[in-house]
């Protein structure tokens, strides 16, 4: 790092939030930072990044890129994505990383050996693998650390960051393990800060107009609605179910008495005992069965059941049975019906049955994103309901204003469910900016002039 520049490559770059964080820290620190490579190979990540960097070397897949290609740098960021290790062809059991990504990274810096390294992942890499169920941290995680600290030199520091303490109303763990060559890096000390979500919200934007909205509001004032879900799969104070609002058609009370009952029945573990299949979370029951806790006449609770099915409330179906198999690819797992046992009825469920299954309360936070999920988020807004826009995701991961995403609103929240938060990054990065700091202003003190003869 000569003349306070600080030199790095940038992998599995996604949009570029980890590369933001870093040169926001150093640059506000009187260093210049240059990006010597970049790799991604999705599309429209390539296209973002474009947007919003300059780029000397913008590469595509990191498998491709030989270490001889690779320019001179300091540090190495990397988000990496986190795939289980394989079972098979370990010669050193679990501290064997060959064919994974996490093998690139160790390769670069095996032969590169930059000064540090920044690395970003899920939270659930540090129980992957479990030999015990009270360890600490998994086999992955084990073998991780082992490879970055005994094999390659580094003095390494890992921590589980949540973004909600750093003022994203967005609650988002993910693991930051950073490592020098000088010292370990001290990794706590943030001090938690908390904003609500209307702190990144959009006002006056166009409402959404639907049959389905329509009957929502319809049933609920926009207040009432806040932190509500809209699903048929669970229950509870805060959710919603399709019949509430007659969103398949009519229910008359008895009706949506009968479903609430229902819903609750055919999750308990007796009635698998009676029908003779191993357990499932919600199973089609008889009439008979259903009759013992609906007391009506069978032939007026048929009458309401089967109308139930045919406006798309309830199946008629077989109860499932649990198959188990053994493949090439291990133990297979599976349920099929069983058509050795009656049919019964049984609630139609689906995650993402209906255009909106959650709507997000102003003054709490957001869920952890997900580029699956986030298309059916609603956002009050004045006294209607719109989606979730680009911007306002941006903010809720940190991003500056001036940062765009210049492709369509499914591929931009794919890119956002899978990027970090600003803010978490620069507080990494300020504490290895201060070992940094520490260690050049030690040898400019201890600096010893040389006599030339």
Not at 122 to 127: A, D, F, P, S, T
Not at 141 to 159: A, F, M, P, Q
Not at 168 to 191: C, H
Not at 429 to 440: D, G, L, M
Request: one cysteine or more; aromatic letters at 10%; proline letters at 4%.
């Amino acid at each position: 790092m000569k003349n306070k520049e600080i030199k790095f490559i940038d992998l599995f770059a996604g949009i570029g939030g980890i590369r933001l964080g870093f040169e926001n820290i150093f640059n506000s620190l009187g260093y210049k930072t240059k990006c010597v490579m970049t790799s991604e190979i999705k599309p429209y990540a390539v296209k973002t990044l474009r947007q919003n960097f300059e780029h000397d070397f913008l590469a595509g897949n990191i498998f491709d890129i030989r270490n001889e290609f690779i320019p001179d740098f300091d540090f190495l960021l990397g988000g990496f994505p986190c795939q289980p290790f394989s079972t098979g062809g370990k010669r050193q059991g679990f501290l064997d990383t060959r064919g994974t990504l996490f093998f690139e990274i160790e390769r670069i810096l095996r032969n590169k050996k930059p000064d540090g390294f920044i690395l970003e992942n899920v939270e659930g890499l540090v129980k992957h693998d479990l030999e015990n169920s009270k360890d600490e941290i998994g086999r992955t995680l084990t073998t991780i650390l082992h490879t970055l600290e005994n094999d390659l030199g580094y003095n390494v520091s890992w921590k589980v960051f949540d973004s909600l303490e750093f003022g994203l109303p967005q609650s988002r763990k993910r693991i930051f393990i950073v490592g020098t060559k000088n010292e370990n890096v001290d990794l706590t000390g943030n001090k938690p800060k908390f904003n609500k979500l209307e702190s990144i919200l959009e006002r006056g934007l166009e409402p959404l107009q639907s049959n389905f909205i329509n009957k929502l509001l319809s049933h609920f004032e926009i207040e009432d609605l806040y932190g509500k879900s809209i699903k048929d799969k669970r229950g509870g104070k805060n959710n919603i179910h399709s019949w509430d609002i007659g969103i398949k058609g009519k229910v008359s009370d008895e009706q949506c008495i009968l479903l609430n009952k229902l819903f609750k029945e055919r999750r308990k573990k007796r009635w698998a005992e009676e029908i003779g299949i191993d357990w499932m979370d919600g199973m089609a029951l008889t009439l008979d069965q259903i009759n013992t806790f609906i007391e009506k006449p069978k032939f007026e609770l048929r009458k309401m059941l089967d109308d139930l099915v045919k406006k798309g409330y309830l199946k008629f179906e077989h109860p499932k049975k649990l198959i188990t198999e053994n493949s090439k690819n291990g133990v297979r797992s599976y349920r099929e019906y069983d058509e050795t046992k009656p049919k019964g009825y049984n609630i139609v469920t689906g995650k993402l049955s209906f255009e909106i299954n959650k709507i997000l309360d102003p003054n709490d936070i957001a869920p952890t994103l997900v580029a699956t999920d986030v298309s059916r988020l609603a956002v009050p807004d004045g006294k209607g309901l719109r989606r979730l826009t680009i911007r306002e995701g941006l903010r809720l991961f940190g991003y500056p204003e001036w940062y765009k995403i210049p492709t369509k609103e499914y591929d931009a929240f794919d890119l956002l469910g899978n990027t970090v938060a600003i803010p978490v990054v620069e507080f990494v990065v300020s504490r290895i900016a201060e070992v940094i700091e520490n260690q050049e202003n030690y040898l400019t003190v201890n600096e010893v002039p040389v006599c030339v003869s």
